[in-house]
């Protein structure tokens, strides 16, 4: 079983930042896959960021097209956190951002944080 608790969230102007974090609990965070997705008022819940598992230096990152060059999802296996660094924020990322852990079948989401964008 893994815990996972967001943050970071909050009420930014459009062209600022936020740094979302993601704890996880117990002893195995290394070998989850980490992703972040969001979801919007009255929209389904989508794909924002993911990265690869491993206890390495070196992991893969993938973007969906809507945050790619503004977002960068990075974790850190000796604080079992997985984070998201939103820059240039427009209003279109509002949304309750939420953090999922894989490994193999199993999967776990946290309860999310909000992020709202003004103009």
């Known amino acids: 079983?893994?815990?996972?608790?967001?943050?970071?969230?909050?009420?930014?102007?459009?062209?600022?930042?936020?740094?979302?974090?993601?704890?996880?609990?117990g002893r195995t965070f290394s070998s989850y896959a980490m992703g972040w997705f969001r979801q919007a008022p009255g929209?389904?819940?989508?794909?924002?960021?993911?990265?690869?598992?491993?206890?390495?230096?070196?992991?893969?990152?993938?973007?969906?097209?809507?945050?790619?060059?503004?977002?960068?999802i990075s974790r850190d296996n000796g604080k079992n956190t997985v984070y998201l660094q939103m820059n240039s924020l427009k209003p279109e990322d509002t949304a309750v951002y939420y953090c999922k852990a894989i490994r193999g079948w199993r999967e776990y989401w946290g309860q999310g944080t909000q992020v709202t964008v003004s103009s």
Do not use: M, P
Request: proline share 0%; charged share 15%; with cysteine.
């Open 1 to 25: 079983q893994v815990q996972l608790v967001e943050s970071g969230g909050g009420l930014v102007q459009a062209g600022g930042s936020l740094r979302l974090s993601c704890a996880a609990s």
């Open 43 to 72: 929209k389904e819940r989508e794909f924002v960021a993911g990265i690869s598992w491993g206890g390495g230096s070196t992991y893969y990152a993938y973007y969906a097209d809507s945050v790619k060059g503004r977002f960068t």
